[in-house]
C-alpha cells in the first residue's frame, strides 16, 4: 500500500516498480501519484462525494436506525440470524444490525450474513490549530491496534477531509482468522467510546492529536455485508400512504375550490355584461 501524496479522492492505492498508482474516485481510472491528476478525472471524483466533501459511501452501506435491542445469541456469543420481539422478527448481519423489513414469526433467515466492511464517520468540533492528517492517522491506527487488539492489516484506511474522519475496517470470511477479534465487535467498542460512553472499566479514551484534545458533534457508522440487506419499503408504507393521502386531499379540495370560485366569478361576469346590455337598450 501507499499514500496518493498529490490527490486525496483515490483508492486502492499499490506500489508498482516503485511507483504510486491508485484508482481515482468516481471514475475507477488508475492514476500515477507521481504526477498530477487531469482536472476532469479530480472533477468527476469532487462530483461523486457528497456536497459535505465527504467521501461517497458504497451502494449497499447502511446504518443501524434501530439501536439497542435485547438480542438472541448463539452459546458462542454472536447473533442469530434471527431476532424477535415479540410476534416482529427480522433477521441480523454477524454486527446484530436489522438487514431486512420485519415480519412475522414465520420470517425464515437461513444464515447469519457476515459484515466485511465497517466505515465509522465522525465529524469533529472546531480546533485552536489545524489537524496534522499523518499524526491523526497515526493515532487512530496505534489506538485501534493497542486498546482493541486489532490486527493492523483490518484497518484499511483512516481518511481526513476536515470536518469529517473515516476509518474503514474490512474483514470478510476468508481474511479472519482463529483468534482475530471481530471488526463488529471494534466499531460497537470504539463507538462507546467516542461518544463518552466507554465499556472499559474506568479507563475512557482520551483523543489527543498534537497536544490537543479532539471533541466530536457526531459519529455514524455504516455497515456493508458480504450479501445486499434486502430492504423494501414495506416497513415505511403504512406512514407514508397516511402523508400520501393527506397531501392528495389537500390537492384535491384546492383544485375544487379553484375551480367553484372560478366558475361562479364567470357566472358573475356574464350576467354583469347581460344586465349592462339589457339597460343600454332600455336607454336606446
Known amino acids: 500500500a ?48 457528497s456536497k459535505s466533501g465527504r467521501r461517497e459511501k458504497p451502494k449497499d452501506a447502511f446504518e443501524d436506525t434501530d439501536g439497542l435491542y435485547d438480542p438472541e445469541c448463539e452459546n458462542t456469543g454472536v447473533f442469530k440470524a434471527k431476532q424477535c420481539n ?24 437461513n444464515q447469519l450474513v457476515r459484515t466485511m466492511w465497517i466505515i465509522i464517520e465522525m465529524k469533529h468540533a472546531e480546533r485552536n490549530t489545524p489537524l496534522n492528517a499523518e499524526s491523526l492517522k497515526k493515532f487512530f491506527k496505534e489506538t485501534i491496534t493497542n486498546r482493541y487488539m486489532l490486527d493492523g492489516r483490518y484497518i484499511t484506511n483512516v481518511l481526513y477531509e476536515k470536518p469529517f474522519i473515516t476509518i474503514d475496517l474490512k474483514q470478510n470470511s476468508s481474511d479472519k482468522s482463529f483468534g482475530d477479534v471481530d471488526i463488529a465487535d471494534v466499531a460497537y467498542y470504539f463507538e462507546k467510546d467516542v461518544k463518552g460512553d466507554s465499556i472499559f472499566h474506568n479507563n475512557r479514551l482520551n483523543v489527543s492529536i498534537d497536544n490537543e484534545m479532539l471533541h466530536f458533534e457526531k459519529t455514524v457508522v455504516y455497515y456493508v455485508d458480504e450479501i445486499a440487506p434486502e430492504f423494501s419499503m414495506k416497513s415505511l408504507t403504512p406512514g407514508l400512504i397516511a402523508v400520501i393521502v393527506i397531501i392528495i386531499i389537500a390537492i384535491v379540495a384546492g383544485i375544487v375550490v379553484l375551480v367553484l370560485t372560478r366558475r361562479r366569478k364567470g357566472k358573475y361576469v356574464k350576467a354583469e355584461v347581460i344586465n349592462f346590455s339589457l339597460w343600454s337598450m332600455c336607454r336606446e
Open 2 to 49: 501507499c499514500i496518493c501524496q498529490k490527490n486525496k479522492r483515490v483508492t486502492n492505492c499499490r506500489l508498482v516498480d516503485g511507483v504510486c498508482w491508485c484508482d481515482s474516485v468516481g471514475s475507477g481510472v488508475s492514476v500515477n501519484c507521481d504526477t498530477l491528476t487531469s482536472k476532469c478525472l479530480l472533477m468527476k471524483a469532487e462530483m461523486t462525494g
Open 86 to 109: 415479540g410476534t416482529t422478527c427480522w433477521c441480523v448481519n454477524t454486527a446484530g444490525v436489522r438487514r431486512t423489513d420485519k415480519h412475522d414469526a414465520d420470517l425464515k433467515c
